[in-house]
């Protein structure tokens, strides 16, 4: 065989010599690798810092986008949900923040372009400025958006019937009113909506009033919170009479007429001033007791009493600053209208037993002054706020627009039978039934429990 040949300007060819495996160092992961590569990207800081702008870019646009209006519909449909006025107020009142954040979002897309091609200091501090403003902007609509999410949401829980009753006593206590003035007023639109606050007293915000929970913005319609236990038994619901009264007060724009008006009247009087302040400067809290006393009788003066019975340190306490009187005078002061409603026995019920419960001597711990007009003033109250008439109702008095007789009450009395036999109180005010829950539990009509259920089901079959 003949050996090859190799062409003069040929080397020979050396083969490659097999792969070998590659061994890492004791010690060295995959981890300790991406960390290194991580290192190395963050060596280079224009490339880092488009990536930055890129993201805090798009987190801006998703904020706007997923921070939408209440959709129709979102918590229900039967009668429970909010209405759609109320649906449309939330919305109207976040409109103006989204508008702010979708134009602070499309300013952070303009910065993001002309970032991603020259990073100028002064544009990126700018950027900075813009982005720390478009957060305020998406916490504010958080806390809005979250704020009334919330209580919305309880419409779909099994609360939502009892939430339901509470709107309609609300809507019930304003028709009462507005169907009975003087003359026409604006009709006050969205309605009342109620929610459930556990651990908490009564309370209501205001139509327009400024709320800490929505970053002092405006609340668009009156919000009622009402305690679980409240909501547990109905008789004690007098409560929404009186909160409703503070809107009714706010509405009809005499929430600054009715102190002047009590101030003025006691110093006319010969009342001393210093006490004619205090009286003055109760007048939220004696409007509310005194139109609640108008719109549901004697069951209000009961509910009161289960409200403000507590230990004598408590119920006599006075705080010359407090917008509440004195817990043991209000009792007194509603069971005065009672006696100028025409329910005499009623009232004179309720003072044996509010004095039996606080007998005289408690009452030494209150300032003397105060004490030593109390008869007199409280009668210049109560026939101030609710005989004397007044521009914004239609010249007429308090008295004349809401009224509570005693054949109202007769007819409480037979619902009160049918709501403890199960049978349909029938057409009644759904104000009045919370007098008929009351003077059925008084009268042991029926268990609590058999109370309850018909009370509720009474109103949502409305």
């Known amino acids: 065989m003949r050996e090859l040949m190799l062409l003069p300007d040929a080397s020979p060819v050396t083969p490659a010599p097999p792969p070998q495996p590659t061994r890492r160092r004791p010690g060295h992961t995959r981890k300790d690798a991406v960390a290194q590569r991580a290192w190395q ?127 309609r006593i609300s809507k019930d206590c304003y028709q009462a009113v507005y169907t009975r003035l003087g003359e026409p007023r604006p009709i006050p639109a969205p309605a009342p909506f109620c929610y459930m606050a556990p651990m908490r007293s009564p309370a209501t915000f205001r139509r327009f009033v400024r709320v800490t929970h929505l970053g002092k913005l405006p609340n668009p319609f009156p919000l009622i919170k009402v305690p679980r236990r409240r909501l547990m038994n109905p008789w004690t619901l007098g409560a929404i009479p009186h909160e409703v009264s503070h809107n009714l007060s706010s509405d009809l724009k005499l929430w600054f007429t009715i102190p002047r008006a009590i101030l003025r009247r006691l110093l006319r009087e010969n009342i001393p001033r210093s006490v004619a302040r205090i009286w003055a400067r109760w007048h939220k809290e004696l409007f509310a007791d005194l139109c609640g006393t108008l719109l549901t009788g004697p069951a209000f003066v009961a509910s009161l009493i289960d409200l403000l019975s507590r230990s004598p340190r408590r119920t006599l306490a006075f705080r010359p600053r407090a917008v509440h009187p004195v817990p043991y005078l209000r009792v007194f002061i509603s069971i005065e209208l009672l006696h100028r409603m025409g329910f005499e026995r009623e009232a004179t019920a309720y003072r044996k037993l509010w004095s039996r419960l606080y007998p005289g001597r408690f009452s030494g711990t209150l300032p003397r002054d105060l004490m030593q007009n109390f008869s007199t003033a409280r009668r210049l109250v109560v026939d101030t706020v609710c005989f004397q008439r007044y521009r914004q109702l239609g010249n007429l008095a308090l008295a004349e627009v809401v009224q509570f007789s005693p054949n109202d009450q007769v007819m409480a009395d037979q619902a009160a039978r049918r709501l403890a036999a199960g049978v349909d109180p029938g057409i009644v005010p759904e104000r009045f039934l919370i007098s008929a829950a009351r003077v059925a539990l008084d009268r042991r009509l029926a268990r609590p429990d058999v109370i309850a259920t018909n009370f509720y089901q009474a109103l949502v079959r409305r």
């Open 41 to 167: 990207l963050w060596e280079q800081p224009e490339r880092m810092t488009r990536a930055w702008i890129y993201t805090q870019a798009i987190n801006s646009a998703r904020h706007v986008a997923g921070l939408k209006p209440i959709i129709k519909n979102e918590f229900g449909k039967g009668p429970a949900a909010p209405s759609e006025a109320q649906r449309q107020a939330v919305n109207t009142l976040l409109k103006p923040l989204q508008k702010r954040l979708f134009a602070g979002s499309n300013a952070m897309k303009g910065f993001r372009e002309r970032l991603m091609r020259t990073i100028d200091y002064p544009e990126l501090l700018q950027f900075l400025m813009l982005k720390e403003r478009n957060e305020k902007l998406t916490k504010a609509i958080e806390r809005v958006w979250d704020f009334y999410h919330d209580i919305f949401l309880q419409r779909r829980t099994r609360f939502a019937p009892q939430l339901l009753a509470c709107d």
